[in-house]
């Protein structure tokens, strides 16, 4: 169970996510008329493809003829959203048919800051603090609660790619049970079947759970439920696009050119910056080197819990570093710098921070950094289409 701190560092974060979700202007996030034409042709009984064009909708309103290049994620939170949004809508109910996409967007993105608290209940054991800094490291972050008022399948992606890891953790700990596993296997499932930036937190959870008291073979438990779950949908992406996230299929009918290496993305000042300015609001671009030291000292906490590596962190590590490439490999390849694509980082980061924090008694500091998220968080996030 959560205690009081975790609950009312959530409560923030849905409080102020739900705010968002009530006062923003429709279409006022990135893509998110893209999102909605998506979930409402699921509504109506068809998987769109990226080439796809919207129908006109009362919901915004839609205006017939926009690309639906939304469609090669999985369709998991459309089909959740897109019905009764459609039901809604036909009632005459348009703007509760979009507040609801957006509701249920806060409330997944809720329920991975409690994940998150879960994973830094895991690893510190018996350490009250660190879970509550941990939430507030993951869902206090200034842009957080703006991408999770807006109609998008972000926060169940992050709620999915949180809770994996934090009940993988519980049979790499504790030993397999039936319930454990059962839990594991739906978890992927949704992670696979929500967006693929949430597959490497699959692969994590197998790892997790082959190792320490679990056992091998229940790396299928993950594995095998993604597969079942979702295989389908990328295989179809194989099939139409010619990969399994239809990157490239998309970047051709979008006109976008790689702009350079993953390895010179990395590296981008630009990239960085412009990650930096999407999550940050009014107060980015930060002076350069606020940046470089925030971003240093997020890296090493993660570093610190390395210096005796455990399986779980080494695991959590490497998850964490293929989510930075695979967002860099995206801007590499044309795709655009959203600060919210590095957002399952702090599933990670969070706990690490928590950790350090309250081994070296900065716990104070870093809920003052907090708290300026918090008022960081009134700031309207900026307008902006594709990916």
């Not at 068809?46 to 009362?58: C, G, Q």
């Not at 048919?97 to 991975?112: E, G, I, P, V, Y």
């Not at 692969?203 to 320490?212: F, I, K, Q, Y």
Request: some cysteine; charged content about 15%.
């Amino acid at each position: 169970m959560p205690s009081a701190g975790v609950l009312a560092v959530a409560g923030a974060t849905l409080t102020l996510a739900v705010a968002n979700a009530l006062a923003a202007p429709p279409f006022t996030g990135n893509d998110e008329a893209a999102h909605v034409a998506y979930a409402l042709a699921i509504a109506d009984g068809r998987l769109p493809t990226v080439s796809d064009r919207s129908t006109a909708s009362p919901i915004g309103p839609l205006v017939p003829g926009r690309l639906i290049y939304t469609a090669n994620h999985p369709p998991l939170y459309y089909a959740l959203v897109g019905p009764p949004m459609a039901g809604l809508a036909d009632a005459g109910h348009p703007g509760a048919a979009l507040r609801l996409a957006r509701l249920a967007n806060a409330l997944f993105a809720t329920l991975a800051v409690l994940a998150t608290a879960a994973i830094a209940a895991r690893l510190a054991p018996g350490r009250r603090r660190v879970p509550i800094l941990a939430a507030a490291v993951a869902g206090l972050v200034p842009a957080y609660t703006f991408v999770a008022g807006f109609a998008y399948n972000d926060g169940l992606a992050l709620a999915a790619a949180a809770g994996l890891p934090a009940a993988a953790l519980a049979v790499h700990q504790d030993g397999a049970t039936s319930r454990r596993l059962v839990l594991v296997g739906l978890l992927a499932a949704a992670a696979a079947l929500a967006r693929i930036s949430a597959l490497p937190a699959v692969a994590a959870a197998a790892v997790l759970v082959a190792t320490g008291r679990g056992r091998r073979r229940d790396a299928l438990a993950p594995l095998l439920s993604a597969l079942v779950g979702a295989g389908w949908f990328y295989a179809r992406n194989e099939y139409r696009y010619g990969d399994l996230t239809g990157g490239r299929y998309l970047y051709d009918l979008l006109d976008r050119e790689p702009r350079m290496s993953v390895a010179g993305a990395l590296v981008d000042h630009g990239f960085w910056s412009a990650m930096a300015a999407d999550a940050w609001g009014r107060f980015a671009p930060l002076p350069g080197p606020l940046e470089l030291l925030l971003g240093i000292a997020a890296l090493a906490c993660i570093v610190w819990q390395l210096r005796r590596p455990t399986v779980a962190w080494a695991v959590l590590a490497a998850y964490a570093l293929v989510v930075v490439v695979a967002v860099a490999r995206f801007y590499a390849q044309g795709g655009g710098a959203h600060g919210r694509y590095l957002y399952p980082l702090l599933a990670v980061a969070g706990p690490a921070v928590g950790i350090v924090a309250a081994r070296f008694r900065i716990a104070s500091a870093v809920a003052g950094s907090r708290c300026f998220g918090l008022s960081a968080n009134r700031t309207p996030m900026r307008s902006r289409s594709r990916p």
